[in-house]
């Protein structure tokens, strides 16, 4: 029995001793700026302009500076013309190279062994893409190409009605110019800014500290934290920091003195060992001294309690190393002077009286038994009625903005732009009516609305009594409520997983309704919801 007691003990000590030698992660701050790879030395010459060449239909409903506007290099000045940096960019259309529908069968049984099959759609194109950026200056010591060739596909959303899933095929390539056209902005980013600029980085790293309160180190250990913490939260990346080692020079002794006391090659020791190494070291590297921190990140290793954080530490000290010496510099916290020159587009040389909108000289005088063209009637807010010819494929993507070509008093056509926000309805002489309806885009970022609800142009499915059913050029089903002034995207991250909480929600106040949904009779899809759309008017 004693033997048995003895043993108890042992084991429940050696439990006590494991857990007060448990790590916890906290936070502190860092604030620096990120040095380029190969920056330009001579601040005289930090400067770059942009030459752009693009078949113009490939920006539709977008400045045709889209690219200039949105590509910024910090630390640089963009300029309108003649920077020390020439940025070339030379894009062209995506071609598609081929349109599919994949079929997914579903078959199954029910309690009876009667067998029922479903057929599922997927639309999906394969393009290819073209075009590549230059970066260069005129002594040839820049010279850099981005390239943004490649071939790629794109899946629609799956769908039970094969023609949706043909005809969605319009808007998933309207989908590839938009992805294609953020992948160019995202690369010209991130590369120029990796070789020469100087973005600012903030964010939050960790300390280790002792977790179990009774151990004897654990208050000095995270008091020594706090005051690492609260030096690291004055840091701004525009100020030096050559006084903090100074301020932090007693958490700095202290983590320094753990490894003499706790010397045993146990568990607990080298884990109380590797959190002083592991905060040394973090601790220079934040101090921009990457000598120091490879220092105590060698011992970290040598210790052989999770050494690949060493190595890890180690692969970012010796870049900063390198870093530090291509910029000639020791340090990564100075002010960053970022100047950006604003492209805009010239101002129309005609304009309406009563109307934001722009006229420019365009359309050919033969626009009237042209077969590309649609008559198009426009209703604004003002309550005028505008006429006009609006091209066939301009239909496809029809987003915030829309375009109609029309004849003034004089006989002479040019094309003039309407904002959704000025516009109540489109209507064209093929019988499609299109309204204005403000709601929040979801397909094209996984169902994530990652902006407000704006007006945008909607093929009208379906206006009842208490919904009215939208859709939009890319495919996304909008529904809204007579009453209200939103309308909500059934490709949302909501309805997508809780199409039957939505459909409720709707036919609220309306049993026979509301037992149909229940039952799950209706599905997240273009027919099934008009379908419930015409059953809710109907109920009485």
Not at 8 to 21: I, N, R, V
Not at 73 to 96: A, C, F
Not at 162 to 185: C, D, G, H
Not at 486 to 508: H, I, N, Q, V
Request: charged share 25%.
């Amino acid at each position: 029995m004693k033997t048995l007691l003895l043993a108890f003990f042992m084991l429940t000590s050696f439990s006590f001793f494991a857990q007060s030698t448990d790590l916890d992660p906290f936070e502190i701050s860092y604030s620096y700026v990120k040095l380029p790879n190969k920056p330009i030395l001579e601040k005289k010459n930090r400067s770059y302009s942009f030459l752009i060449s693009f078949d113009r239909s490939l920006l539709y409903n977008k400045s045709k500076y889209f690219i200039e506007n949105q590509v910024t290099i910090s630390g640089l000045e963009k300029k309108e013309k003649n920077g020390y940096m020439s940025v070339e960019v030379m894009i062209q259309n995506p071609v598609v190279t081929k349109k599919d529908v994949t079929t997914r069968t579903v078959t199954s049984k029910d309690k009876n062994g009667y067998q029922t099959t479903k057929y599922y759609y997927t639309p999906i194109i394969y393009y290819t893409q073209q075009g590549n950026a230059k970066a260069v200056s005129s002594d040839g010591k820049i010279n850099k190409i981005i390239s943004f060739n490649g071939s790629n596909s794109l899946k629609g959303t799956e769908t039970q009605i094969y023609s949706q899933a043909q005809n969605s095929q319009y808007s998933l390539q309207s989908t590839i110019i938009n992805n294609y056209l953020n992948e160019i902005v995202n690369r010209l980013n991130y590369e120029l800014n990796d070789e020469y600029g100087y973005p600012v980085k903030t964010g939050k790293d960790k300390l280790w500290v002792l977790a179990n309160k009774k151990h004897p180190e654990q208050e000095i250990e995270y008091n020594s934290y706090l005051k690492v913490k609260t030096t690291f939260d004055k840091v701004n990346f525009a100020e030096p920091i050559d006084y903090l080692e100074k301020e932090l020079e007693e958490p700095i002794n202290y983590f320094k003195s753990l490894p003499n006391k706790y010397v045993t090659d146990s568990k607990g020791d080298k884990k109380i060992r590797y959190s002083a190494y592991y905060n040394l070291a973090k601790i220079y590297a934040y101090l921009d001294k990457p000598a120091k921190s490879n220092e105590w990140a060698n011992i970290l290793i040598t210790n052989d309690y999770d050494p690949g954080d060493g190595k890890a530490m180690i692969k970012e000290n010796d870049n900063d190393l390198a870093l530090f010496n291509v910029n000639q510099s020791n340090t990564r916290h100075f002010p960053v002077d970022t100047k950006n020159f604003v492209f805009e587009e010239s101002q129309p040389q005609q304009q309406v009286h009563n109307s934001n909108s722009s006229y420019t000289q365009s359309a050919p005088y033969s626009i009237e038994t042209d077969q590309n063209y649609n008559l198009a009637y426009i209703l604004t807010i003002r309550k005028d009625t505008i006429t006009g010819y609006m091209q066939k494929n301009r239909g496809l993507n029809l987003s915030d903005a829309v375009t109609i070509t029309v004849k003034d008093f004089q006989g002479k056509f040019s094309e003039r732009n309407f904002k959704a926000n000025e516009v109540t309805k489109l209507i064209l002489s093929n019988g499609e009516e299109f309204a204005t309806v403000a709601f929040k885009v979801s397909s094209e970022n996984g169902g994530v609305t990652l902006s407000g609800a704006s007006k945008k142009f909607a093929k009208e499915m379906y206006i009842g009594k208490k919904i009215y059913i939208y859709q939009y050029f890319n495919g996304e089903i909008i529904v809204k409520g007579a009453r209200d002034s939103e309308g909500k995207s059934t490709a949302s991250a909501s309805w997508m997983l809780g199409p039957k909480k939505r459909f409720e929600e709707l036919a609220a106040g309306c049993p026979s309704i509301l037992d149909r949904v229940d039952k799950k009779e209706f599905k997240n899809n273009l027919e099934s919801i008009l379908s419930f759309a015409q059953a809710l008017d109907e109920c009485k």
